[in-house]
């Protein structure tokens, strides 16, 4: 299956137009954002909604696992994980999770360094925020291996950052809010954005919002480019 699998071109989901699909558990449904691979091995980018009571069964992350929680309490044999943990497990992590209230994840799949061994546990809700690279801006950090850079930002209303102009690719995710682009793009919460290396995008918040965002990570297993170009700091 391929899905947005050309990394080199810009790829966009809104949120409110995607198709979701079923998984092969009951009740486990995703909309999927990028693709490569099938059911069994596969680089994918989605998010994932479980309903109520619904389980998937164990299974082991060949490529690594990232996820952020957006709703709901997501469970496995670590630990319940609220509203703004994000998770990290690396390759050859093995788990079988489950969701009483149901939860929606934003996850990412078969994209680590096999290197990158890092367990990652973290409440973003509780974390302390350092100033952004702009008035009305913080950031968060959470995780970083080579050229590959992870973090949160929140935007204040009418703040704007500066340029983002990867080496290595930019993906953004709203986690709420609502963003603008200086090319003219509009993304409200849920919607997905991935920019293939080098593109730049200068992006501002009218309402405020708050951006899962990562950097180069497109080209990491190949090029590794050495250095990155942007405004933020994670």
Same mark, same amino acid.
């Given at each position: 299956?391929?899905?947005? *699998? ?11 137009? #995607? ?24 680089? #994918? ?11 998937? *069964? ?51 799949? #078969? ?65 709420? =809010? ?41 080209? #990491? ?5 050495? =250095? ?7």
């Amino acid at each position: 299956m391929l899905i947005h *699998s050309d990394l080199s071109v810009e790829a966009v989901v809104t949120y409110k137009d #995607a198709t979701w699909s079923p998984s092969p558990l009951p009740g486990v449904d995703r909309l999927m954002l990028e693709r490569i691979g099938d059911e069994k091995v596969s680089r #994918a980018t989605s998010i994932v909604t479980y309903r109520p009571g619904s389980r998937f *069964s164990e299974h082991v992350h060949d490529g690594g696992e990232e996820f952020l929680v957006l709703d709901g309490i997501f469970s496995d044999t670590t630990g319940d994980f609220g509203p703004g943990t994000y998770v990290r497990n690396p390759v050859g992590s093995r788990h079988a999770p489950w969701s009483e209230p149901g939860t929606t994840i934003f996850v990412k799949l #078969a994209q680590f360094d096999p290197a990158d061994q890092e367990i990652i546990r973290f409440d973003t809700d509780t974390a302390t925020w350092l100033d952004g690279p702009v008035e009305g801006a913080a950031v968060l950090p959470l995780h970083r291996f080579g050229p590959e850079k992870i973090g949160l930002a929140r935007l204040g209303p009418k703040t704007r950052l500066p340029e983002i102009a990867d080496p290595g690719g930019t993906e953004i995710f709203v986690v709420s =809010g609502s963003l603008q682009s200086t090319a003219g793009g509009s993304f409200q919460e849920r919607d997905w954005l991935r920019l293939p290396p080098g593109k730049p995008i200068t992006l501002r918040s009218d309402t405020g919002a708050t951006l899962y965002i990562k950097t180069g990570h497109l080209l #990491a297993q190949t090029l590794r480019p050495s =250095g990155a170009s942007h405004g933020l700091t994670f």
